[in-house]
């Protein structure tokens, strides 16, 4: 994104480094993109090599779901980028099941270590640069399914509670460092691993009123992986400057407050 500076064109993100986990398709790869054309270097990953990763982008393949992703993300990160100003956790996903007595223990295990211990892990590597430096962003992605929690989905969204959590927590602790924290919650977006979801409960039988999927959102229409990308583009950004320890939600209006 470019902004006009004295009648200029400037990147906004211009001599910033980003890591972007998850930034290989959907809302990850929206973001990755943004970053690349506010003038950010940007490294993503995913598990293994793909394709799909934005032209312009570095990449490493890592499973963020084990310390020893973690660790060598955050070797990569120092090698390629000579550290990082910005980390966006966007790795994230759980397999739908029936009901909440229907998920096996090793998978709330893996839902727990991918959509919240992942990012526990890897801000504990970086963090120690952006305190030296006295500056830096980090941006978790939540789900707006930790508004109304169901159990076909529960290891997931309790995951996902506990970063939300975790993320004011340590917006607190890092502050006086100048290192801003703050969450971004997605409502119904349209993604490869939404549709993926949906499929999963169509072919279980599973009712549309146990998936908060059954009315489209107050705006009329879901998500775009953009609209979300540019929310976390703003958080990141020195237009959101004053804001640490917020909880941004891009939902199209759909699940209730309050």
């Given amino acids: ?10 990147r906004e993100l211009a001599g910033k480094r980003a890591l972007v986990t998850g930034g290989s ?21 995913a598990r293994s090599a793909t394709s799909t ?9 890592a499973d963020v779901r084990t310390p020893a992703g973690a660790e060598k993300l955050a070797a990569a990160a120092q090698e390629l980028l000579g550290g990082v100003d910005i980390v966006v956790h966007n790795a994230g996903g759980a397999r739908p099941h029936a009901g909440a007595s229907d ?25 120690l640069g952006m305190r030296e430096r006295r500056s830096g962003m980090i941006v978790h992605v939540s789900s707006a399914a930790v508004l109304t929690p169901i159990g076909p989905f529960l290891h997931y969204v309790a995951a996902k509670a506990a970063l939300e959590t975790y993320s004011r927590g340590l917006s607190l602790e890092l502050a006086p460092s100048g290192i801003r924290v703050n969450t971004v919650t997605p409502g119904r977006v349209a993604t ?23 009315d489209t959102t107050p705006l009329g229409r879901d998500g775009q992986p953009d609209d979300i990308a540019h929310a976390v583009l703003f958080l990141v950004s020195d237009r959101a400057s004053w804001l640490t320890g917020s909880n941004l939600v891009v939902d199209g209006g759909e699940f209730p407050r309050g």
Avoid at 107 to 126: C, F, G, I, K, P
């Fill in 1 to 10: 994104m470019t902004t006009m500076q004295n009648g200029s064109e400037t």
């Fill in 25 to 45: 398709r959907g809302i990850g790869a929206a973001v990755v993109r943004q970053f690349l054309d506010a003038g950010a270097e940007v490294l993503t990953t």
């Fill in 53 to 61: 990763v934005p032209e312009g982008a570095a990449f490493v393949a």
């Fill in 103 to 127: 998920i096996p223990a090793e998978e709330w295990q893996d839902a727990l270590d991918l959509n919240y211990l992942a990012a526990v892990r890897l801000d504990s590597l970086l963090v």
């Fill in 192 to 214: 490869p691993g939404g549709e993926a979801t949906r499929e999963e409960w169509a072919r279980m039988n599973v009712a549309p009123s146990q998936t908060n999927a059954d």
